[in-house]
């Protein structure tokens, strides 16, 4: 995502390269949210419409807060296609989260398998 974002973003001026970068973005975006709902649904063990709830609440938050950050070049007077660099970071940002997490349960697992 974040590449397409970068690509969108130097290629703003393409209104071919624009229409398919934006069928990517939108086809990794809803790609994504499926296995992540699952991720969360198994992590909640017990508790998993409160899992759900908090994981669309967090897509809402990242959709409010994209935007908030996607305007904000506009405001300072930058161009459209600023909006996109915007996006790849914050893609990136989430990315380097999910790197995070999945590295994290992976040292607990082996941890857990230590003590056994």
Known sequence: MTLALILNSILAESSIAIFILSFFVGLITFSITAPIQIAIIKA???????????????????NASGAYFGGLPMVFGLEV????????????????????????????????????
Not at 81 to 104: D, T
Request: aromatic share 6%; glycine share 12%.
């Open 81 to 116: 296609n600023y909006s996109s660099l915007v996006g790849s970071i914050l893609a990136c940002i989430g990315a380097g989260i999910g790197i995070a997490i999945i590295y994290s349960q992976r040292v607990q697992k082996k941890k857990e398998l230590c003590q056994a």
């Open 44 to 62: 909640a063990k017990g508790a998993e419409k409160l899992g759900s709830s908090m994981n669309q609440s967090a897509f809402n938050m990242g």
